[in-house]
């Protein structure tokens, strides 16, 4: 059944730093979708990608779907303490989650 | 609109007793999904129904796991008997019925077997 490998597991940022997580999946999937889970918290939808080469933004989040919509990954500027969390990818009609990257900031 | 309500928020229980756990979707929402988060694990899909049809339940650990979705407006999660490798954060998700509509998780129940 269709894989989705997240890394890293963890990143520790230094707060105004930037970081990238990355997704890959062992099948190509049809969308993409990321959510971010706060500590103690539940997972919140962020995005949605589908076409393939696919780029989309949110403020200091960028988003892409790669040309073979196999692999995906989520670019953060300047990261603030807000941050905070566990950032997952999720693909296929029955959203097969991966581990997820946890992301901590130092000030 | 008041979000996919999961009950009760935490469950304390002692290896070999019942648990049941329970969620509410979000009104219209066709889709039902329950996973199950561990440290070791992350987030694991257990079992979801589309139309209160269960399509797939090959997430489910073992025969000690049941779900039920008897109406469009609850689901059950049940856990017979419970053993402490079972102690987890459950989510329960809901849907509308497009593949590329978004989950909305409920806040979770945090499961501790001792």
């Known amino acids: 059944g269709q894989q989705v490998m997240q890394i890293p597991q963890y990143q520790h940022v230094q707060e105004g730093e930037d970081f990238t997580t990355y997704c890959n999946s062992s099948?190509?999937?049809?969308?993409i979708q990321w959510y971010k889970q706060r500590p103690g918290g539940h997972p919140v939808f962020l995005i949605q990608?589908?076409?393939?080469?696919e780029v989309k933004k949110q403020k200091r989040l960028t988003f892409q779907f790669g040309e073979a919509k196999k692999n995906s990954s989520l670019h953060i500027t300047a990261t603030q303490t807000t941050d905070v969390g566990t950032y997952f990818c999720?693909?296929?009609?029955?959203?097969?989650f991966g581990a997820g990257t946890t992301v901590t900031v130092r000030a | 609109d008041a979000g996919v309500i999961q009950s009760p928020r935490h469950e304390v229980t002692e290896m070999g007793q019942e648990v049941t756990l329970r969620c509410k979707p979000i009104s219209g929402h066709n889709s039902l999904f329950w996973y199950r988060q561990t440290m070791m694990r992350g987030l694991e899909l257990l079992i979801y129904f589309n139309n209160n049809v269960p399509i797939d339940d090959s997430g489910m650990p073992e025969d000690r796991f049941s779900a039920k979705m008897p109406n469009a407006s609850f689901s059950t999660l049940k856990i017979q008997p419970s053993e402490p490798r079972d102690s987890a954060v459950y989510f329960c998700a809901s849907r509308p019925d497009t593949d590329n509509s978004p989950l909305h998780f409920g806040n979770g129940t945090r499961l501790t077997v001792t």
């Open positions: 990608l589908v076409k393939s080469g």
């Open positions: 099948t190509t999937l049809s969308n």
């Open positions: 999720a693909g296929d009609y029955k959203l097969s």
